[in-house]
């Protein structure tokens, strides 16, 4: 035997093992029919890949409108001024009109409210008009409250549209566009997600489900794609997407929503292929666990899981709403004006691992 090969035997031979051991803890659930029940799992050996596997236990419905708190507009995030460092113009969303999606709650305000903050007016779409409008105002106010020298206060408006009918989105377009006069940027932030177990997730469910995570994103895109082509006007999309579009989430079992994510994702490449000879720029920002009002409800009905989450983020922290203002300022701005069909995980590191 050659001196390298006695080498390489000893290397093998007294290399120390590193063993991972898991520990099952119970979880509390919500029933699939709705009405709150609280079971414990089984205590199991743990056995190969369990940290890996969906647990059936947990299914957790998407709560009503009622269901969940108000929003309130970030504080500490006011636009920059001659008291700071100047940052590149190309960031700015001056004179651009933006429109959001879902966006009187969680990360659709937020990022909302990013884009006015980097100069935009918005519109705010939304199932519940009267929150939307609710929104609309505190933004104005918050920036007037900040900046009670500025000249010009942003222009924020609300409206009501069932994003997975086309009849309903293309009125709110329509209304809009009274409204700003044109739509420059589109962000599809509408979508919800639920945990089931697949074979005993409800078809209509599912299907509503779909509607609005995929056919809004579908409906809203093409929409605002056709007045950009008509006023011959370049534009900028960015679809809200997830890491659940590159992974299975565990241990929640949630096919449906996966594959929905993983839709909207491709649907981004798409458009971004077949829209780029009309200027209009398509991206996707994908968010990992987000510390939203939802998700704070489904932490407290399942105590357990933010453990579990948190345990596979290498940053080890969930992501609060505020860091996709960055992300998707930059991608509306001329800042990416050379990006486009990217996907931009703001996950912590969880996909890379």
């Not at 236990?57 to 507009?73: A, H, M, N, Q, R």
Request: with cysteine; glycine share 10%; net charge positive.
């Amino acid at each position: 035997m050659s001196l390298a090969s006695r080498a390489l035997r000893r290397a093998l031979t007294t290399r120390p093992s590193i063993i991972f051991t898991a520990v099952p803890r119970p979880f509390h659930t919500v029933s699939a029919l709705g009405s709150s029940s609280t079971k414990e799992t089984k205590q199991r050996k743990a056995s190969g890949g369990s940290n890996a596997r969906t647990d059936e236990s947990i299914t957790v419905e998407y709560p009503s409108d009622g269901d969940l708190p108000s929003s309130k507009p970030v504080t500490g995030a006011g636009r920059a001024g001659a008291n700071v460092f100047p940052t590149l113009a190309s960031f700015s969303l001056q004179g651009k009109v933006g429109v959001v999606t879902g966006g009187a709650r969680g990360l659709g305000l937020v990022m909302g409210q990013g884009m006015v903050i980097s100069g935009a007016d918005l519109a705010i779409v939304d199932l519940n008009k009267e929150e939307a409008a609710r929104q609309a105002k505190l933004i104005v106010e918050t920036i007037k409250k900040n900046h009670p020298g500025t000249k010009r206060l942003p222009k924020v408006t609300a409206h009501y549209a069932d994003v997975s009918d086309q009849a309903s989105v293309d009125a709110c377009v329509a209304e809009i566009v009274g409204e700003h006069g044109k739509i420059d940027n589109l962000v599809t932030s509408a979508g919800f997600t639920e945990n089931f177990e697949a074979i005993s997730y409800p078809i209509d469910r599912m299907r509503k489900l779909w509607g609005v995570n995929v056919d809004g994103t579908y409906l809203f895109a093409t929409a605002v794609a056709r007045h950009l082509m008509e006023r011959k006007a370049k534009g900028s999309m960015v679809f809200i997407g997830s890491m659940s579009g590159s992974i299975v989430n565990v241990p929640q079992p949630q096919a449906p929503y996966n594959a929905a994510k993983a839709a909207v994702r491709h649907l981004a490449a798409s458009f971004s292929v077949e829209w780029a000879k009309a200027g209009i720029r398509v991206n996707c920002i994908s968010p990992g666990y987000m510390l939203t009002a939802l998700t704070q409800k489904i932490l407290g009905d399942n105590p357990d899981l933010k453990k579990q989450w948190t345990s596979l983020i290498p940053q080890g922290r969930m992501g609060s709403p505020e860091d996709l203002m960055g992300p998707v300022t930059f991608l509306l701005s001329d800042a990416s004006a050379y990006v486009t069909g990217a996907d931009i995980r703001v996950d912590g590191g969880y996909t890379v691992t």
